[in-house]
């Protein structure tokens, strides 16, 4: 169930993230149309252009956490011989990440009660929308981060032998 749970929160982070870069990338070809073939520039794409980034960013970011793909500081790990330590250390690493995403959620539904009533000015969007983000891309984070704890705890340490 962990592995499939895994597959649908990828496939779905993917296809959201895939296909808002691609209709970026249709609004900025329609914005540079626009102003320098049309001498007509459009006002929406601009602010569309900076909300899109700012969903893609974080949606990407919690992509990259479920692949634990993120930088990593392997100072630490990479002098650590003992693979229970090693995966003690991950066990606290995703631990200190779910506790960012309870930050991210619990601050990202504030800021979005707060700024509902806020209208972007050529959009004319509840910036509450926009805010959205940050829970979204929490709830994604903590999900990997449950995911990721559950494979490791479920794991088999390895033990290593060492010869004398």
Same mark, same amino acid.
């Given at each position: 169930m962990n592995k499939a749970f895994r597959k649908y929160l990828d496939r779905t982070i993917e296809v959201i993230t895939c296909t808002l870069l691609l209709i970026m990338v249709i609004v900025t070809s329609w914005?540079?149309?626009? *102003?320098?073939? @049309?001498?007509?520039? /459009?006002? %929406?794409? &601009?602010?569309?252009? *900076?909300?899109? @980034?700012?969903?893609? /960013?974080? %949606?990407? &970011?919690?992509?990259?956490?479920g692949k634990k793909g993120h930088i990593a500081i392997t100072f630490l790990s990479n002098r650590i011989k003992s693979e229970q330590i090693k995966r003690m250390l991950e066990i606290f690493v995703q631990i200190s990440f779910a506790l960012f995403a309870v930050i991210m959620i619990m601050g990202g539904f504030k800021a979005v009660s707060l700024t509902m009533v806020q209208i972007s000015p050529s959009l004319h969007l509840p910036m509450g929308y926009v805010y959205l983000s940050l829970p979204v891309a929490g709830i994604s984070i903590?999900?990997?981060c449950l995911i990721n704890l559950i494979d490791l705890i479920g794991s088999k340490p390895v033990h290593i032998q060492e010869n004398s």
């Open positions: 914005q540079v149309i626009s *102003r320098y073939i @049309l001498n007509n520039p /459009s006002s %929406l794409t &601009g602010e569309f252009l *900076r909300f899109g @980034l700012i969903w893609f /960013s974080l %949606l990407a &970011g919690a992509y990259v956490v903590f999900l990997y």
